[in-house]
């Protein structure tokens, strides 16, 4: 079973930038996908970034051209930079793991404890 750790959430102003990470912790194959979920108070868990193992990368219209999904040549950290940050990029961050890339929760096996970001104005 893969475990995932993710770190580097914090409480930043409004158009700073923050990098979070996520290890797979018990490494026994690298998962086919990778995705950053992240879920506001009263909100659904939506979607921010996917990476498929070829590096193909998919993002959410909310955060397009202002974070940035990548892995490491080994496949065993997932990154997001996120840069630009508003107020409503304020959420808890999950990272997920999963055998296929998909935009629902369903699609991944795997999930961190999650990472708070708050962006503040």
């Known amino acids: 079973q893969v475990q995932l750790f993710e770190t580097g959430g914090g409480s930043v102003q409004a158009g700073e930038s923050l990098r979070l990470s996520c290890a797979t912790g018990?490494?026994?194959?690298?998962?086919?996908?990778m995705a950053w979920f992240r879920q506001s108070p009263g909100k659904e868990r939506e979607e921010v970034a996917q990476i498929e193992f070829d590096g193909t990368t998919t993002y959410a219209d909310s955060v397009m051209g202002r974070f940035t999904i990548s892995q490491d040549n080994a496949k065993i950290t997932t990154f997001l930079q996120m840069n630009s940050l508003k107020d409503e990029d304020t959420a808890m961050y999950y990272c997920?793991?999963?055998?296929?890339?998909?935009?629902?929760?369903?699609?991944?096996?795997?999930w961190g404890q999650g990472t708070q970001v708050t962006v503040s104005s």
């Open positions: 997920a793991a999963g055998s296929y890339c998909a935009r629902f929760e369903g699609a991944y096996n795997y």
């Open positions: 018990i490494l026994r194959y690298a998962p086919y996908c």
